[in-house]
């Protein structure tokens, strides 16, 4: 989480994130800010090191952005090219400490299925342009074969910026959030709404890769802990429609280039987007592991 996406969330997020000590991913907003400083070069030892190497050195960071992205590759992902490692950022709820709170949606029932719109709990609906969302996970050690019955937990905001379980008003919903398990074709299909714009943050979604669906559910031993970009044109297509509120300007104030996450390269992580705003997109992306 960077000091630039914390102090422009649209809602207040507490300063104390714990992290698993083995968790490269949430090291707080200290170490993200710090890493997110280093040049490529940097970021690309941080690579090789474990937690317990880092705390010597002054390579410590949160590793929202750590390691050089590729540059070149269609958008939809390069698709022998590992997908970076980010910062699941301050509302993850995948039983981490984060935003002062061990949050843990992964538990619940109900929580592998394929339509994130819908609440677990209240049934409340969570508006937006309809977004299809295919991601595809390979194998780059072997030749990008397709990656079956790997698990893959996906979030993000409302139309209005905000996220379930953690922002005010929405305390009470979980929706916007869900689990899958890739099939032979090493696919993973969502259904949910365009995710919102807030000040600070390129539209994203959050995702992490686990080796089972059941050491997902349980929130035990990811592999990968990434983020998907989507394309400008579709965004200010949806933020034109009823519903997205300031989304549209704060996609003004912002580029990809300038994102706290993406700004050191986004070629793997930039979606492939068909449809329309009127009948709903489909994001498509290959994620790349080193399996």
């Not at 390691?67 to 590759?73: C, E, F, H, N």
């Not at 969302?133 to 993000?156: I, Q």
Request: aromatic share 6%; charged share 15%.
């Amino acid at each position: 989480m960077t000091d630039h996406e914390r102090l422009t969330l649209p809602y207040p997020a507490d300063e104390h994130d714990d992290h698993d000590p083995d968790d490269l991913n949430n090291l707080g907003l200290q170490a993200d800010a710090a890493m997110l400083g280093r040049s490529v070069m940097d970021r690309r030892r941080v690579l090789g090191l474990g937690v317990g190497a880092l705390l010597g050195t002054g390579l410590l960071g949160g590793l929202g952005a750590f390691g050089a992205r590729a540059q070149s590759g269609a958008a939809g992902g390069a698709a022998c090219t590992v997908i970076p490692s980010e910062t699941a950022g301050p509302y993850p709820a995948d039983g981490s400490v984060a935003s002062g709170q061990a949050l843990n949606v992964l538990t619940r029932s109900g929580i592998v299925r394929s339509d994130l719109r819908r609440s677990l709990g209240t049934g409340a609906v969570a508006a937006g342009v309809p977004l299809t969302l295919r991601l595809k996970l390979v194998n780059v050690n072997s030749r990008c074969a397709p990656l079956a019955g790997y698990a893959v937990y996906v979030w993000h905001c409302t139309a209005d910026g905000q996220y379930s379980l953690y922002s005010p008003g929405v305390v009470g919903e979980d929706y916007l959030r869900g689990v899958q398990a890739t099939g032979p074709d090493g696919v993973v299909t969502f259904r949910t709404v365009f995710p919102g714009c807030y000040a600070g943050r390129w539209p994203h979604v959050h995702f992490e890769v686990y080796p089972t669906l059941a050491s997902a559910t349980a929130a035990r031993n990811r592999v990968q802990t990434s983020q998907l970009a989507l394309p400008e044109a579709a965004c200010r297509a949806a933020y034109a429609t009823a519903g997205y509120g300031p989304s549209a300007r704060n996609l003004s104030g912002t580029s990809l280039t300038r994102d706290m996450v993406f700004r050191d390269g986004y070629a793997s992580q930039l979606a492939a987007l068909t449809g329309n705003a009127g009948q709903g997109f489909t994001a498509a992306l290959t994620v790349g592991l080193a399996r």
